[in-house]
């Protein structure tokens, strides 16, 4: 299974990420900001996590061939990206047929929006929702790229 790790930072959830996935698995974590990937390398050589890939990119024109990943998710991240349509554009471009995109949010992060606008963008670059965890503080959202 390939998964992208989109905004990953200094890789909060990345070692647990990489864990589930297995061995046979890999873990994209692409983010823009090299002040973020820095720490992120150091943990994975020192935590040896052979199946993760760290790259520097724009969530807004992604380095990765089109329906090459499995699953993608962002935790707290989507906000912040300048052009939100575009870089779901992009992620649509990269999941393969029927893969699912999760987007979590938690209220007390300053970019926060709600889930309904998040619902909307999804829609808007031609993801269908699927799933919804969590509450109007902390929330989940999984569409799938059909």
Known sequence: MRVLELGPGVGVFSGEASRLIGPEGLLLCIDLQMGMLR?????????????????????????????????????????????????????????KPGALLAISEELPAPEYVPLSVTIRWCRRAGFVPYARYGNIWCYMLLVRAD
């Open 39 to 95: 720490p992120l390398q150091q943990l994975v050589r020192r935590a040896g996590l052979a199946n993760v890939c760290v790259q520097a990119g724009d969530a807004r024109s992604l380095p990765l061939a089109d329906s090459s990943i499995d699953l993608a998710y962002l935790i707290a991240v989507l906000p912040m990206i300048p052009d939100q349509q575009r870089a779901l554009a992009e992620l649509r471009r990269v999941l």
